[in-house]
């Protein structure tokens, strides 16, 4: 049952008193460092935050690594110009770190663990007080490997703190004319192996291009191509299926994919599910 108009205007409400709150708790800091990856969260907290902050007192800072898809760093960069967020790119390496490469359940934790490392290195160096990141209330009921390494490194995540969650976020994005607000949610490109599955950057070289093959022939909504061996499994949208699998669109979808250097391709008729991979590895929140 859709929700009633008085429904809608008491969530909208709602969330724009947890806005306020954010604004204030962001107020209380001296100079904030952003871990800024472009997707739905971190603009809108960035966003926030130079309202907040101004853009003296806030650096986003992008990390960049073959797991970084082009389309989200083409999504960050357009959103820090529009808006005016000031933005440091760095590198980090991951990649060179084989426990990461191996692709264990907790590979999260090595991938951030490398990037708040060396956010740690910037905040030391612009004398911030405070980084943050994007996560989200809803974050915290998933398995995120990736939040110990943030507590390990004093990270804040001031939106899961002050309970907002992602249809929240969305509300307010749009509302604040923030682009991402309708944006389908992009993990690393290395979340599209499952694990134990060794990362390379030919693998994920794989799945960025089929995924932006697909992009291109008008697929919209969430898209995963799901990397096993020399099959690709698509998931997409439920809402796109019955479209896409139709006799004169499926063999252009399929051609797309062989196209990134799969031999075979499937697709999954039970559409798009977050955190598919976690299923099939038994892996929950703890």
Known sequence: MADTPAEIDTAAQTAREKELRLLDWLRARRFVLLGFSGGVDSAYLGCVAL?????????????????????????????ATRFGIPVLEVNTR?????????????????????????LETVAAQRNADTIIDGTNADDTRDWRPGSKAAREHDVRSPLAELGITKAEIRLLSRERGIPTWSQPSSPCL?????????????????????????????IEGDLRVRHHGDIARIEMSRDQLDAWLADDRWPRVRDAVRDAGFARVTIDLRGFRSGSLNVLAQVTAA
């Open 51 to 79: 309202d907040a902050l101004g853009p003296d007192r806030l650096l986003a800072v992008i990390g960049r690594s073959p797991s970084y898809p082009d389309a989200q760093w083409d999504a960050a960069r357009s959103v």
């Open 94 to 118: 991951e990649m060179l770190d084989p426990r990461y490469a191996a692709n264990p359940s907790n590979r999260c934790y090595f991938c951030k663990s490398e990037l708040w490392s060396v």
């Open 190 to 218: 290395s979340s599209r192996l499952p694990y134990g599955t060794a990362v390379t950057i030919e693998r994920l070289r794989q799945v960025e291009i089929a995924e932006r093959n697909l992009r291109a022939l008008g």
